[in-house]
């Protein structure tokens, strides 16, 4: 079968047929648990009633409609969404690329409104906000970058967790209209911003006049602990975007701005024809309600607890450990050595993993999970983990 098209991840050598809460049925052999949550877009899990209940009945109602009409179900998603985040307005989107590409677009026109001619937008060293030309650009994405040159200019780089340097670069660029900031780097092997270095950006912001925007894009509802995972710090971003997580998988994403920077939003920075679709915005409003009346923040925060107490104990002095880490149920394991050859490894033991930066598990399984899946992925991990650092290493893994 030729492949329909390439894409980031590349393909397994899976077919998937169904899935049910955390595990995806493969055709003709035994299911597989999705301990990476799809990427962290299906946070519910696979087929959860409650969300396949609301597309049904939306289906039911109205497939789409014009852009230019006020659709209620639109209207509740957006005002769920800003209703959590603390934020005044949300335009809904098909992607998190495109909600990063609305906030690229909210910092350059503030910098119009400040008569700067060439506004950039600060960004991180280790960044990644899409595949985009435009948002590729303000990722620190170097083997991407090389085949799109030239990319879209007016992006500064700076050093993650560096306030001193950061203060340095403020100084020296007048240009510079905002900051666009993941509280967790996960594509750059899972690096949480620290309390004080959002704390710190948010008071930079304020004394440059800067847009403080929160890139939430694999970090939403729950993930982390907190619906959004800049909460937990306690700070107030002027502009807060997300992506696929929010309708647990199907296409969707929202931009949100609040105060000075909800006024941006409403002065033509974006079109299209279907961003906010109807089943999307009816999973959003059915997804915010089974977040909270499940109190999934809460148990995603006692089962990560539980998951990296144990995997640290299980790893304890173990030599090809550099580290365990994680907040909520996003948890990452990182090897002295690269392993992504551990990846097929764990489809032979049932596990769907992910490998970032070559040395760097990622678990992020459903919030939904049971104790029983927690047990399973657990002692398949442990085991995995073992069994990968004692093969001979001259030898290929099969």
């Not at 600060?122 to 170097?142: C, K, N, P, Q």
């Amino acid at each position: 079968m030729p492949a329909l098209y390439s894409n980031k991840f590349g393909r397994l050598p899976l077919l998937i047929s169904g899935g049910d809460g955390c595990w995806l049925q493969r055709e003709n052999e035994s299911p597989l648990f999705d301990a990476i949550s799809s990427h962290n877009q299906c946070n519910l899990g696979h087929q959860h009633p409650e969300l396949v209940a609301a597309v049904k009945t939306q289906a039911d109602r109205l497939l789409s409609a014009s852009p230019a009409l006020q659709l209620p179900v639109q209207q509740r998603a957006g005002s769920d969404l800003c209703q959590i985040a603390t934020m005044h307005s949300a335009i809904l989107c098909d992607s998190g690329a495109e909600a990063n590409e609305l906030a690229i677009k909210l910092a350059r026109f503030q910098g119009r409104r400040k008569k700067i001619a060439v506004p950039a937008i600060l960004t991180f060293e280790g960044s990644f906000h899409g595949l985009s030309l435009a948002t590729m650009s303000a990722s620190d994405y170097r083997k991407a970058h090389a085949r799109y040159e030239p990319l879209v200019k007016g992006f500064v780089r700076a050093p993650f967790n560096d306030l001193s340097r950061l203060r340095q670069i403020a100084e020296a660029n007048s240009n510079i209209t905002a900051v666009m900031v993941e509280s967790v780097q996960i594509e750059a092997g899972i690096r949480f911003a620290s309390t004080e270095f959002l704390h710190g950006l948010r008071q930079i912001c304020d004394e440059f006049d800067w847009l403080l925007i929160l890139d939430e894009i694999q970090t939403t509802a729950a993930r982390t602990g907190t619906f959004f995972s800049f909460q937990e710090h306690g700070i107030s971003p002027d502009v807060v975007t997300c992506g696929e997580a929010l309708a647990n998988g199907l296409p969707s994403g929202a931009c949100m701005a609040r105060d000075a920077a909800a006024d941006l939003l409403h002065d033509g920075a974006r079109g299209t024809s279907l961003g906010g679709g109807l089943l999307s915005s009816a999973v959003i409003s059915a997804q915010c309600a089974v977040i909270k009346q499940d109190h999934l923040s809460e148990l995603a925060i006692a089962r990560g607890e539980e998951l990296l107490h144990a995997l640290k104990a299980a790893f304890a002095g173990a030599h090809y450990i550099k580290d365990i880490r994680g907040r909520g149920l996003l948890i990452a394991i990182e090897m002295a050595e690269p392993c992504e050859a551990i990846i097929p490894l764990a489809l032979n033991s049932g596990l769907l993993i992910e490998v970032y930066r070559e040395k760097v598990i990622q678990l992020s399984p459903p919030l939904i999970m049971q104790s029983e899946d927690q047990s399973f992925l657990l002692d398949s991990m442990v085991n995995l983990i073992k069994l990968y650092a004692g093969d001979d290493r001259k030898t290929p893994r099969h």
